[in-house]
């Protein structure tokens, strides 16, 4: 298992289009998480999931977005109706099921709304 | 309210001088886990520390040293002996236990930038 990976690596697209983005967490993780990161700034916390059950979800997320993680394996994340302000980087992280244990992210999927 | 403050959005070392990057955080929680992340410009999230709300020890990892006091909820960052490549920004976050759902939560980022 070589880390968490997330496909695509970019996306462009025009706006009140949707967008789906896949993550592969590492295997033995059970806590999977999304954030949205824009320039200058820290990731801003999304959705988490605990296996296939998503445990929280920030009220930052509009009813646009949607996340899912099937069997507890890979997740996704769709954006809906996408907006400009929608434009970010989007990163996945995996964890162990520990307080103190760090979580480890992906390369993130950079999204363009044109 | 804020969880995890980072007061310094912009820092400057000289090379191989030392730097404290300052966290502050909030919890109510008494489980709860300190870390720090490296982003450099290629953009990965690199994991730095760690430290445990139990454990006693401030936890250190080479260079890296986690000035933890509880009492004042902060857990500063210590690089030592900077090196150019430590240009980056750095994200304290915390993990809490159950009241806080066992989600990690970052803060604003402090830009280190090392000067030659």
């Known amino acids: 298992d070589t880390g968490v990976s997330q496909d695509p690596r970019h996306k462009i697209t025009k706006r009140g289009q949707n967008v789906t983005f896949r993550c592969d967490p590492i295997?033995?993780?059970?806590?999977l998480y999304w954030y949205r990161q824009t320039l200058g700034q820290g990731p801003e916390f999304l959705t988490y999931f605990q296996n296939e059950a998503q445990l929280e979800k920030s009220r930052l997320l509009s009813d646009r977005f949607s996340a899912e993680r099937p069997k507890g394996s890979f997740s996704t994340l769709e954006i809906q109706r996408t907006e400009q302000g929608d434009s970010a980087m989007y990163l996945c992280?995996?964890?162990?099921?520990?307080?103190?244990?760090?979580?480890?992210f992906g390369q993130g999927t950079r999204l363009t709304v044109v | 309210a804020q969880k995890i403050t980072q007061t310094q959005p912009g820092m400057f070392v000289q090379e191989k001088e030392a730097v404290t990057l300052d966290c502050t955080y909030d919890t109510s929680d008494q489980s709860y886990g300190l870390f720090w992340y490296k982003q450099p410009s290629s953009g990965e999230m690199i994991f730095l520390i760690y430290?445990?709300?139990?454990?006693?020890q401030n936890a250190t990892e080479g260079r890296y040293s986690l000035n933890f006091q509880k009492a004042r909820k902060s857990a500063n960052l210590v690089i030592s002996a900077s090196q150019l490549g430590d240009s980056a920004m750095y994200f304290c976050?915390?993990?809490?236990?159950?009241?806080?759902?066992?989600?990690?939560?970052f803060g604003a980022g402090t830009r280190l930038f090392v000067k030659a």
């Open positions: 295997s033995e993780h059970n806590r």
């Open positions: 976050a915390m993990r809490e236990g159950r009241t806080g759902g066992f989600k990690t939560i």
């Open positions: 430290q445990g709300s139990y454990d006693e």
């Open positions: 992280a995996s964890s162990p099921d520990r307080v103190v244990a760090e979580a480890f």
